[in-house]
T-cell receptor, first 112, second 114 residues
């Protein structure tokens, strides 16, 4: 009920390509879905987040797509760059709460 | 400069010796939380606080204590550390507004319990 399942575990994309990372959840009480980016040796950084009242949110080259009926959301990185190589975590949090559940992470490598 | 600081950054200790990892933020954020990160398990929330004197359990609170006596500080206490608490720990603070949320993580504390 509380899990957030993230796939793939690792991903290799050519420079300029589209990177896509998927997450699925079960708890319908979740209503805040952030994505985090973490570089080696650094703490995570909030990258982009979405609430279920919209189906898509775009910030620069990063887009979250949200499918409420399927209980799935995904991160798309357009025109992927070597500097995007990092580990990405999806997460989900219930309304009016700070208890958050993370996916296990995706290690993304962009080939130059 | 907006930041979350953690101390110490690295710590080696022995089983049963009480320790405290400090966390401080300079942004007047109401929300603070602690996470641990382990290979293959990703990030897991330990405790969180929605304001001074308000704390609650996250996903993996066993073996940990926290306190929030001041808005800026949120220390993590291990009363009797065990080897399974060897991990990388992150503190974070966040601000929620009508237009969105900002969140900052500390640099991490790497703990080894022998």
């Amino acid at each position: 009920q509380q899990q957030v399942k993230q796939s793939p575990q690792s991903l290799i994309v050519q420079k300029g390509g589209i990177s896509i990372i998927n997450c699925a959840y079960e708890n319908t009480a979740f209503d805040y879905f952030p994505w985090y980016q973490q570089f080696p040796g650094k703490g995570p950084a909030l990258l982009i987040a979405i609430r279920p009242d919209v189906s898509e949110k775009k910030e620069g080259r990063f887009t979250i797509s949200f499918n409420k009926s399927a209980k799935q959301f995904s991160l798309h990185i357009m025109d992927s760059q070597p500097g995007d190589s990092a580990t990405y975590f999806c997460a989900a949090r219930p309304h009016r709460d700070d208890k958050i559940i993370f996916g296990k992470g995706t290690r993304l490598h962009i080939l130059p | 400069e907006a930041q979350v600081t953690q101390n110490p950054r690295y710590l080696i200790t022995v089983t049963g010796k009480k320790l405290t990892v400090t966390c401080s933020q300079n942004m007047n954020h109401e929300y603070m939380s602690w996470y641990r990160q382990d290979p293959g398990l990703g990030l897991r929330q330990i405790y969180y606080s929605m304001n001074v004197e308000v704390t609650d359990k996250g996903d993996v609170p066993e073996g940990y204590k926290v306190s929030r006596k001041e808005k800026r500080n949120f220390p993590l206490i291990l009363e009797s550390p065990s080897p399974n608490q060897t991990s990388l720990y992150f503190c974070a603070s966040s601000l929620r507004g009508s237009t969105g949320e900002t969140q900052y993580f500390g640099p991490g504390t790497r703990l080894l319990v022998l």
